[in-house]
């Protein structure tokens, strides 16, 4: 997936909770994407993206990235990022 328009308020996110852009762009590339309610989607290391990553970062960068997310809008602008402390549920289809 590629990363497209980052809005204000998720440039801010990710400035307040430490997430370089470098980390979100690997998100988008290694990431797995699911539906969330009102048309949105979350992207966020599956645990296929967490071992492609353990290939190509160091493992410090590993830890603090793993359990990081996305959310973006139906338009696929990324409207805000955080760190997971609870379990993503997939939707059913």
Do not use: C
């Not at 338009?75 to 939707?91: C, D, F, K, P, S």
């Amino acid at each position: 997936m590629k990363l497209g328009i980052v809005s204000s308020h998720a440039r801010m996110s990710m400035k307040r909770r430490g997430i370089p852009p470098q980390a979100l762009e690997t998100l988008f590339a290694y990431g797995r994407v699911t539906h969330a309610p009102h048309g949105s989607r979350v992207v966020y290391f599956s645990s296929v993206g967490k071992a492609a990553l353990s290939k190509s970062l160091p493992p410090n960068q590993i830890d603090r990235w793993a359990d990081m997310y996305a959310v973006l809008d139906p338009q696929n602008e990324v409207v805000t990022v955080g760190y997971r402390t609870n379990r993503i549920r997939r939707a059913k289809h």
